[in-house]
T-cell receptor
């Protein structure tokens, strides 16, 4: 079973700050997913990456396969970024069953 | 058009009742999933189907029975509801069963068992 740990659990920051959320996992993987859960409850997939870095707007996700670690960065954070960010990895290499981290609750204060 | 839809959005019921949650996706995906999110917001896989065939069946009580009449639909029937079944249930879909596929989530069904 792949254990997934996220840090921090909660993060409060001022608007405009650079945000970093971390995810570590215990077993080799084929890909890692970053999800966003809005305050209203809806879940959106942000990134799926297996190496290097991906960027979408103000969001950047990086992964280091050797160190079994991924980070999600938000530049110029905005109150609308307030949400829970969840990383997830397949339990076994190539298996579709995702194991989820416990999430990081981000609050951006205007 | 909603990509992955679930009905109902809210479900309040008494212990011991039987209830169903329906899920439909119009993305043409082959794989569908049911997830449970508990009160601590932790997400966990329950089932997945690929083209109407059961692929993943986690250690879920037999009271939970998924049914996939076609690859666009995956319904969840729950018998003899218990207090501990209160949670948010999310349906999701992806193109294939690989862990490298982006998953698209429904809006969730908030189940409260009294």
């Amino acid at each position: 079973k792949n254990e997934v740990e996220q840090s921090p659990q909660n993060l409060t920051a001022q608007e405009g700050e650079f945000i970093t959320i971390n995810c570590s996992y215990s077993v080799g993987i084929s890909a890692l997913h970053w999800l966003q859960q809005h305050p209203g409850g809806g879940i959106v997939s942000l990134f799926m990456l297996s190496s290097g870095k991906k960027k979408h707007g103000r969001l950047i996700a990086t992964i280091n396969i050797q160190e079994k670690h991924s980070s999600l960065h938000i530049t110029a954070s905005h109150p609308r970024d307030s949400a829970v960010y969840i990383c997830a990895v397949p339990s076994n290499f190539g298996n579709e069953k995702l194991t989820f981290g416990t999430g990081t609750r981000l609050t951006i204060i205007p | 058009d909603t990509a992955v839809s679930q009905t109902p959005k809210y479900l309040v019921t008494q212990m011991g009742n039987d209830k169903s949650i329906k899920c439909e996706q119009n993305l043409g995906h082959d794989t569908m999933y049911w997830y449970k999110q508990d009160s601590k917001k932790f997400l966990k896989i329950m089932f997945s189907y690929n083209n109407k065939e059961l692929i993943i069946n986690e250690t879920v009580p037999n009271r939970f029975s998924p049914k996939s009449p076609d690859k666009a639909h995956l319904n969840l029937h729950i018998n003899s509801l218990e207090l501990g079944d209160s949670a948010v249930y999310f349906c999701a879909s992806s193109q294939q069963t690989s862990g490298q596929e982006t998953q698209y989530f429904g809006p969730g069904t908030r189940l409260l068992v009294l």
